[in-house]
């Protein structure tokens, strides 16, 4: 009888509690999302079903048994987060990857769109004073509010920095807007526009020179490491990654970059913020509020960047489409094509996509700027 009775306490559906009932079904939901409507499936996929496994009590996989306070026996997602996740290492080789991916000649062509990127920042402090309001310390208010950023390996970086007992939700919501950003942004972009404006067409870009893109990287990297020391993780990973692909001398290395390293830290990512997903830490008030919070930092982000935009086409005679501004956020390449979209919708002949990316690709860069200013003020 006594073997019996130990032998049902080691089954897992008998210490299934009403938490982990729900954290599956959450799991479960973002599974549905990421197959059924390719809601950033590269990463919403892998993070909800490992949010599902973690919800299965006595599996091992993550829930660690503590001897003197200490792990003693780490399962494997115990291991991918606190060795890839927590020490940093998986967040700077995707700025890496994002690098050998990112075409900067927008910004070299028309450098002035680089103050777009930096206007769309708003959205980071309005959504930071909002969490305060709402009772969330500093550390954690600016963990949520550089969801306003659009970029999540940033907002994974600052909030295993400087609040890790809210990642998995800063995590989720910085990847499930990134994956609404044809939702969320055209609305906000049509009430601060008029038809007239959205209609602006914008001179053709310059050519800009293989020598100029290989010292941005070169310069960005030295200018912000100087400006802002930390920052230089995240812009020096970014640069490097950068550099290996305009300088032509090592495709191998920048295949392996945008594709093969890509792919595997992609997953390491997504296991490593699923693995945070247990009932007991993401079922909280809390939790709510920043994924609502990240919906105010998103759209503010949005407002701010357009809002900026016109104020430069006011200053340029109108020779600037303020739906650029949008594009601050740095949702690469999704709010250029948004943008790009609305246009083509008044004018099926005007084609800003390349204006979009300039202020598009400067949002990483203000994004990493804005994290590194926390870090330094906060960390």
């Keep these: 009888m006594t073997s019996f009775v130990d032998f049902l306490s080691t089954m897992g559906l008998l210490h299934l509690t009403v938490g982990n009932i729900i954290m599956i079904a959450v799991g479960l939901t973002l599974v549905y999302l990421a197959i059924r409507y390719e809601m950033e499936p590269l990463l919403l996929l892998p993070i909800g079903i490992t949010a599902v496994l973690v919800n299965l009590p006595l599996n091992g996989i993550a829930n660690c048994p503590t001897v003197g306070g200490l792990c003693s026996h780490p399962g ?34 028309d450098p002035k769109t680089a103050l777009l990127g930096a206007a769309a920042q708003i959205g980071v402090f309005v959504a930071m004073l909002t969490a305060l309001a709402l009772g969330f310390n500093i550390h954690e208010a600016a963990s949520i509010g550089i969801i306003g950023g659009a970029d999540g390996p940033t907002t994974i970086y600052l909030t295993t920095k400087l609040a890790p007992q809210i990642l998995a939700a800063t995590a989720v919501a910085a990847y499930s807007y990134m994956s609404l950003v044809p939702l969320i942004q055209p609305p906000i972009i049509k009430a601060l526009t008029t038809p007239e404006e959205r209609r602006i067409r914008m001179e053709q870009l310059r050519p800009v020179s293989k020598r100029e893109k290989i010292l941005f990287p070169i310069v960005t990297m030295i200018v912000i490491g100087l400006l802002v020391p930390s920052a230089a993780p995240l812009i020096g990973m970014l640069m490097m990654g950068n550099l290996f692909r305009e300088s032509g001398v090592v495709p191998r290395l920048t295949k392996a970059a945008q594709e093969e390293l890509m792919n595997i830290v992609t997953i390491f990512l997504g296991l490593g913020v699923g693995s945070t997903m247990r009932a007991e830490s993401f079922l909280t008030p809390q939790t709510l509020m920043i994924l609502g919070l990240g919906i105010v930092a998103f759209a503010s982000a949005t407002a701010g ?15 600037i489409n303020p739906m650029i501004g949008a594009a601050g956020v740095s949702a690469v390449p999704m709010s250029a094509r948004v943008v790009q979209r609305l246009a083509s919708e008044e004018d099926p002949g005007n084609f800003i996509l390349m204006h979009a990316m300039g202020p598009n690709v400067a949002g990483v860069i203000g994004t990493a700027v804005v994290a590194g200013v926390f870090l330094a003020l906060l960390g």
């Design 76 to 109: 494997l997602l115990d291991i991918v987060y606190h060795y890839l996740i927590k020490t940093e290492i998986v967040p700077l080789l995707i700025f890496f990857g994002l690098g050998a991916m990112t075409d900067f000649g927008p910004l070299i062509a």
């Design 305 to 319: 960047g357009v809002l900026f935009g016109k104020l430069m086409m006011k200053l340029s005679g109108g020779r």
